[in-house]
């Protein structure tokens, strides 16, 4: 696709439930980033590949998350055992190294 | 290492002008500005990779002083499309992080 595809684009879960959050970027773009937004609230930097490696994990906020990348393409964020703190929209960007980034319209996840 | 965006919020006439700043406590290498309205993803406006360039596209201009690590995005006679909420994002080294500001909340009203 011509732009940043990310799935589900809402996704509901019972607390404790573990889920996986998927990314597609833009053919090409090395770059990829995870970010979370709470309600009315900033971005959050949560994690930075460049192609499948991850060389900074710090933003991560709990041994809960983590992601990985394969193919240097498609990445999908796993969350386990879900809290009602999680619940957030979780963007997805791609970029070339250093250029503009390309935001994916998001999953909307709660936790009930 | 998070930049800090001021103002939180700015509430304009349609035609008035505005500035956003951004600060980091790090040596910057670029600065990214974006554009977010409600419910939609945010959206490039400008990069600026060289201390003191200005770069601008119509009446959306963006400065970068690279000495003070500071950019301001100025927004000549607002539109009420201009509305939404308006992220710097900074990155250094090789791009291992990249951080957006708490962002900055523009209302144009009629």
């Known amino acids: 696709g011509a732009g940043v595809s990310q799935s589900p684009s809402n996704k509901v879960t019972e607390k404790g439930k573990d889920v996986e959050l998927r990314c597609d970027p833009i053919?090409?773009?090395?770059?990829l980033y995870w970010y979370r937004q709470s309600l009315g609230q900033g971005l959050e930097f949560l994690i930075y590949f460049q192609g499948n490696s991850a060389p900074d994990k710090s933003g991560l906020p709990s041994d809960r998350f983590s992601a990985e990348r394969t193919g240097g393409s498609v990445s999908t964020l796993t969350i386990q055992r879900t809290q009602q703190e999680d619940s957030a929209v979780y963007l997805c960007?791609?970029?070339?190294?250093?250029?503009?980034?390309?935001f994916g319209q998001g999953t909307r996840l709660t936790v009930v | 290492q998070q930049p800090v965006q001021s103002p939180q919020a700015v509430i304009l006439r349609e035609g008035e002008d505005a500035v956003i700043n951004c600060s980091s406590s790090?040596?910057?290498?670029?600065v990214h500005w974006y554009r977010q309205k409600h419910g939609e993803a945010p959206v490039f406006l400008m990069i600026?990779?060289?201390?003191?360039e200005q770069k601008g596209h119509e009446k959306i201009s963006a400065s970068f002083n690279e000495k003070k690590q500071q950019s301001s995005l100025y927004l000549t006679a607002s539109q009420l499309s201009y509305s939404g909420t308006y992220f710097c994002g900074t990155g250094w080294g090789n791009f291992n992080k990249f951080y957006f500001g708490s962002g900055t909340k523009l209302n144009v009203k009629p």
């Open positions: 053919s090409g773009h090395t770059a």
């Open positions: 960007a791609s970029s070339l190294v250093g250029a503009e980034a390309f």
């Open positions: 600026l990779l060289k201390g003191g």
């Open positions: 790090k040596a910057l290498y670029s």
